[in-house]
């Protein structure tokens, strides 16, 4: 799929393979710093990545590349609601490199994202989390046409990352 969004900016998004680990474990750590001020343990991210490559029945990471470059990435990971009777794909590890920002680099992802969730029988619908500050996020998800959901996230972590 290829999207032009400037004169400038050719985009192409692809599934990532094995070969795109160490760059995704890259953009994560890079993505976790900016947005919750938090260090990830190498190692832990890369298996993480790793075994989702591995294990297409868990979701999947989509590359934004622009000119050649890995620009921005994205994972999609599934979630059964008995009440559809179909899986929510969860939009997550979002990250654009600083200097394509703002060129329609997660906007590509997302409509990828959105065609194939809406020609697939089994999905119910698309969901991600953003930190509630990140107001600048929110409006780009808003303005994709994604609403605010009637949930509030809680969690309980149990990490044993000893960067955490």
């Known amino acids: 799929m290829n999207i032009h969004c400037s004169e400038q900016m050719d985009i192409t998004i692809r599934k990532a393979t094995p070969a795109d680990a160490a760059t995704i474990a890259r953009y994560n750590q890079l993505m976790a710093m900016e947005t919750e001020k938090r260090l990830l343990h190498p190692e832990t991210v890369e298996r993480g990545v790793s075994m989702l490559l591995s294990k297409p029945e868990k979701g999947f990471y989509l590359i934004a590349d622009s000119s050649g470059v890995p620009a921005g990435q994205c994972m999609v990971t599934y979630e059964w609601s008995d009440w559809r009777c179909g899986d929510f794909w969860w939009i997550q590890?979002?990250?654009?490199?600083?200097?394509?920002?703002?060129?329609?680099?997660?906007?590509?992802?997302?409509?990828?994202?959105?065609?194939?969730?809406?020609?697939a029988e089994n999905?119910?619908?698309?969901?991600?989390?953003?930190?509630?500050?990140?107001?600048?996020?929110?409006?780009?998800?808003?303005?994709?046409?994604?609403?605010?959901?009637?949930?509030a996230m809680l969690e309980r972590d149990f990490t044993k990352d000893p960067m955490k």
């Open 93 to 119: 590890s979002v990250y654009v490199l600083p200097e394509f920002r703002r060129n329609g680099i997660f906007s590509a992802l997302y409509h990828h994202i959105l065609e194939r969730a809406s020609s």
């Open 123 to 151: 999905v119910a619908g698309l969901r991600l989390y953003v930190e509630k500050q990140n107001t600048i996020a929110q409006q780009t998800y808003l303005n994709l046409g994604m609403d605010h959901a009637h949930y």
